[in-house]
Each structure stands twice: as structure tokens, then as C-alpha cells.
């Protein structure tokens, strides 16, 4: 296994659509591991294959945060079949060090995607576990949680990044 590189914000890779994954093979397979590797050495709660750089759909996640316990789950072509509920809690994200910025969410979801055994596996989540599965959905669709904030927020926050940047 190998920990790879996260990209930052603003790399333009993070703001494609990933594509469909249409066969697991082998080289996925190991991509896939060092996915996990890189989510807990990072350490993140999920992680999302465009954020190093590969654009597909492919997810990992574990909400446990605990390497010593580790049970990441992998989803493949996840897609967000319902959600319920809102709620409004600080999020970060990789590929942005040092901001959390309170983002609105649905609470309870219903995800179905696949596993990386090829199987259909339909999950529902609610607090955190949705929370992490509608951040990394996201980021197969080039959105990060700064889109999801208020405009006047996101103009605001817009001239800091910037402003990082530079300094
Ligand atoms: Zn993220």
C-alpha cells in the first residue's frame, strides 16, 4: 500500500465530475487500499478519489476515525437516493487545510452504491455518517462543502483563500 498525495484547493482536478467505475479489477483494487492508507494517515474521516487526483467514483469512509479499530467502508458509484431532514454542523475538508465552516446537511440518508466486491449495497446513515457520505458524493461531482455555504459567506471566505494564497 501507498499513502498518495491529497490535492489542495485550488486544483482544478477537484472541481471535475468523476466517472463511472465500470470494472473492479486488480489496479483498482490496490487503488482502493491506498485510499484507506492515505484517508488515516491523513487523518480524515473520508476520503474521495478525485481528492488524489483519480476521477472516478469510488469513496471511502470511516466515521470511527480510529486506525487501531479500522472498518472503512468502500463505496463504488454511490449515489444519495434520499435524504431527510436538516441539520447544521462544522465540516472541513482535505483539500482545504485549517477551515471548518458550518455547513447545512440532511440528517438521515439512504445511499446506494457498491461494494468493492461488486456487490449492491443500499446504507442509511444518519449525524455523522451522512454528513461524511454527502461531503464525499460531492466530491465526485466537483462540489466541495464551500459551495453549500451562504453567497455572503462564500464571497467572504472567497477573499481569505485568496488572500492565504498570496501571504
Ligand atoms: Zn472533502
Known amino acids: 500500500m501507498a499513502k ?4 489542495l484547493y485550488p486544483s482544478p482536478v477537484i472541481r471535475k465530475k ?3 467505475v465500470t470494472s473492479i479489477d486488480g489496479q483498482l483494487q490496490r487503488f482502493i487500499d491506498d485510499m484507506v492508507e492515505t484517508m488515516y494517515a491523513a487523518p480524515g474521516m473520508g476520503l474521495a478519489a478525485p481528492q488524489v ?3 472516478k467514483r469510488v469513496i471511502v469512509l470511516d466515521p470511527s476515525h480510529d486506525p487501531a479499530h479500522a472498518r ?3 463505496l463504488i458509484n454511490p449515489v444519495l437516493v434520499s435524504g431527510e431532514g436538516q441539520v447544521v454542523e ?3 475538508c482535505l483539500c482545504i487545510p485549517d477551515l471548518n465552516e458550518s455547513v447545512s446537511r440532511f440528517k438521515q440518508v439512504v445511499v446506494k452504491a457498491y461494494d468493492r466486491n461488486e456487490k449492491e449495497v443500499i446504507l442509511e ?4 455518517l451522512a ?3 454527502q461531503h464525499e458524493i460531492d466530491h465526485l461531482d466537483g462540489v466541495l462543502f464551500i459551495d453549500r455555504l451562504s453567497t455572503a459567506k462564500r464571497l467572504l471566505l472567497k477573499r481569505r483563500l485568496k488572500k492565504a494564497k498570496k501571504d
Open 18 to 20: 468523476s466517472l463511472l
Open 125 to 128: 446513515g444518519a449525524d455523522l
Open 72 to 74: 472503512p467502508q468502500v
Open 4 to 7: 498518495l498525495p491529497i490535492l
Open 53 to 55: 487526483g483519480a476521477l
Open 90 to 92: 462544522e465540516e472541513g
Open 131 to 133: 454528513r461524511i457520505l
